[in-house]
């Protein structure tokens, strides 16, 4: 079955200004139908038709745009801007959480929850396939009414590492 939510950056990226013929002449990109989330680069128009390149996603509702500064991975390893990496931002969501507070609250269940999901107890999300992140959140919350809703990368500012914030609807 076609999860059309892997379709937003597509949309999102017609809506920020590019044609037809300049996003399909310019834009390598896996849309997100596949079961992984690794994305090729996009460009997209920012403001004053500045082309602006985006590695793993597109650029979040959490960048400010129109000033044709986005940080990319490549320009900006330690201190990119946020990345969009699957899902509807914009769609409402009844809670959210970076994935690096996981560890925090409690560093045990993370790990067990990880081993059991993605058969390892690492910290990157990056590659996760959604359905298994989906299924890892139901465990973490009890409720296996809850979907996830989005996805989103950040650099931690005070590290340079990559989180991720997690969006979901609990029922």
Not at 111 to 137: M, S, V
Request: proline share 5%; hydrophobic share 35%; aromatic share 16%.
């Amino acid at each position: 079955m076609l999860d059309v939510r892997g379709l937003i950056p597509l949309i999102q990226a017609f809506t920020n200004g590019l044609s037809f013929f300049t996003f399909f002449l310019y834009i390598p990109i896996q849309c997100g139908i596949l079961p992984h989330m690794n994305r090729n680069t996009i460009y997209f128009k920012d403001g004053d038709d500045t082309i602006i390149h985006c590695e793993g996603g597109m650029p979040s509702k959490f960048w400010q745009s129109g000033n044709g500064n986005f940080k990319s991975k490549s320009s900006h390893p330690y201190n990119y801007d946020p990345i969009l990496i699957w899902g509807v931002e914009e769609a409402e969501t009844s809670g959210s959480l970076y994935t690096d507070r996981l560890l925090m609250w409690d560093h045990e269940k993370h790990n067990t929850l990880c081993k059991k999901h993605f058969g390892d107890e690492g910290q990157y999300w990056n590659n996760r396939d959604p359905k298994l992140i989906e299924a890892f959140l139901q465990d973490w919350h009890e409720n296996p009414e809850l979907s996830l809703v989005y996805i989103t990368e950040f650099c931690n500012a005070s590290n340079g590492y990559p989180c991720w914030l997690l969006g979901f609807n609990d029922s």
